[in-house]
């Protein structure tokens, strides 16, 4: 194995184990030693949230340890942010993202929301509690083609659909691609209310924003 699969292994085994500290250090490690952000965020710090993911819905872990697999990946994030925003080249997407009305929860949108900047997306977040109205604003000023809704509460889901209906009513939704995540969410629920997709975890998101590009590229 190289070094640079050890330093990976290493992010990947920090956030499985919730250590923030050696996550900082191996983090600094592997951009020292010539491993770009990209690989550091995507190989190492993505992988290890999904091996956490996979293991919450195996009943091998539970929510507390979800989220805080969630705040080491935080510390990590801030550690390599200067060196993707260095890497950055050329724009992939414009996406408005955000947290829906009356919920205040931000760690898998704010996980998205990094790993979209480093690979190329131009990312407008909208933070939380966010109407379906400024949804609707940003989207026109922004001239954004993906929006990405988040809730944690199962209480503030139907702000997804309210958002999806409003886009209608205006005429914007043939124009975007609407993708919903967070633990009460689901493909079913996607499907029910009008999204073109679901992200099961932040790594999955990414995955299908991805997806959508490509998809438009092709057409």
Do not use: W
Request: hydrophobic share 40%; glycine share 10%; net charge negative.
């Amino acid at each position: 194995m190289s070094n640079q699969d050890d330093l990976l292994r290493d992010i990947r085994e920090a956030i499985v184990k919730f250590d923030a500290d050696r996550l900082r250090k191996d983090v600094e490690r592997a951009i020292e030693s010539g491993i770009s952000a990209h690989d550091v965020l995507m190989n190492g710090m993505a992988k290890g949230m999904e091996t956490i993911g996979k293991m919450y819905e195996e009943g091998d872990c539970f929510l507390p340890q979800l989220l805080a697999s969630g705040e080491t990946m935080k510390v990590g994030l801030e550690t390599l942010e200067p060196s993707l925003q260095s890497e950055r080249t050329e724009v992939s997407g414009k996406v408005v993202i955000g947290t829906v009305q009356g919920d205040l929860h931000d760690l898998g949108k704010n996980i998205l929301v990094t790993m979209l900047k480093g690979t190329g997306f131009e990312v407008h977040d909208l933070g939380v509690d966010v109407p379906a109205t400024e949804f609707l604003k940003q989207i026109r000023e922004t001239g954004a083609n993906i929006l990405a809704m988040s809730a944690l509460l199962t209480t503030t889901c139907s702000q997804m659909s309210e958002t999806i209906e409003l886009l209608r009513k205006n005429n914007l939704r043939s124009g975007i691609r609407v993708i919903i995540g967070g633990i009460p969410t689901s493909e079913e629920f996607a499907t029910q209310i009008g999204a073109d997709a679901h992200g099961k975890d932040a790594f999955d998101g990414l995955r299908k924003i991805r997806g959508f590009m490509k998809d438009d590229v092709s057409k």
